[in-house]
């Protein structure tokens, strides 16, 4: 079973719905990142959160929201989506404890008309 | 302002033959550095990493390379094997600040050519 999963792993949705991608993890880590990828562009860091009760805005928050719900998961959130937002979405764990490498889960191809 | 740059897009190389990919950063803040290779419908996977400490860090067919004063980073495959064929994205953060945030670069698409 895979350690970090997303779903769902595709979505097609219009513009102005609100859409929430889900995370969860089993590999027991304090972190966790959402991340988009856009052609061109690599990785850009959304939301990351050290614990339950530690939130924190990356480089391109605008237009997002998260909730950590447990240790274990991590949600994003579209309010109302836009076709800008049209992306590959990933979500991340780490360890402090570790090489401070992160693992990535599959990623949801999110389409927004 | 992209703080790391990946100014190849692609590339290709032959079975058998070396891959080196290369990275270029702009922040002399940034002391760890990490490459991630991707397949095709999944996420990143880890590959190698590199403190700022050292120059080379090796392991099995793939080394990094770092050098500092010129804020460049490269990945060596050696040999290529087709299965290498993938996105290869190389990333750095400012460790320091415990954060560890990741800034990505926009990656290479290596193919491997049997």
């Known amino acids: 079973d895979a350690d970090v999963t997303q779903t769902p792993r595709n979505r097609i949705t219009k513009t102005g719905k609100r859409i929430m991608l889900e995370c969860s993890q089993t590999?027991?880590?304090?972190?966790m990142y959402w991340y988009r990828q856009d052609p061109g562009l690599g990785l850009r860091l959304i939301y990351y959160?050290?614990?339950?009760?530690?939130?924190n805005k990356g480089e391109i928050s605008d237009g997002y929201s998260v909730s950590r719900q447990a240790q274990a998961k991590f949600s994003l959130s579209l309010e109302s989506a836009i076709p800008n937002q049209t992306a590959l979405y990933f979500c991340?764990?780490?360890?402090?404890?570790?090489?401070?490498?992160?693992?990535f889960g599959p990623g949801t191809r999110l389409t927004v008309l | 302002d992209q703080q790391v740059k990946q100014n190849s897009p692609s590339l290709s190389v032959q079975e058998g033959r070396i891959s080196i990919l290369n990275c270029d950063y702009t922040?002399?803040?940034?002391?760890?550095f990490l490459w991630y290779k991707k397949y095709p419908a999944e996420g990143p996977t880890f590959l190698i990493s590199?403190?700022?400490?050292?120059d080379k860090n090796e392991d099995g067919r793939f080394t990094v390379f770092l050098n500092k004063s010129a804020k460049h980073l490269s990945l060596h495959i050696v040999p290529s094997q087709p299965g290498d064929s993938a996105v290869y994205f190389c990333?750095?953060?400012?460790?320091?600040?415990?954060?560890?945030?990741?800034?990505f670069g926009t990656g290479t698409r290596l193919k491997v050519l049997a």
């Open positions: 991340a764990t780490s360890d402090f404890r570790g090489r401070n490498e992160q693992f």
């Open positions: 590999k027991g880590h304090d972190r």
């Open positions: 959160s050290f614990d339950v009760k530690d939130i």
């Open positions: 922040n002399s803040m940034f002391d760890y």
């Open positions: 590199i403190s700022s400490i050292k």
């Open positions: 990333a750095a953060s400012k460790s320091l600040s415990g954060t560890y945030k990741y800034i």
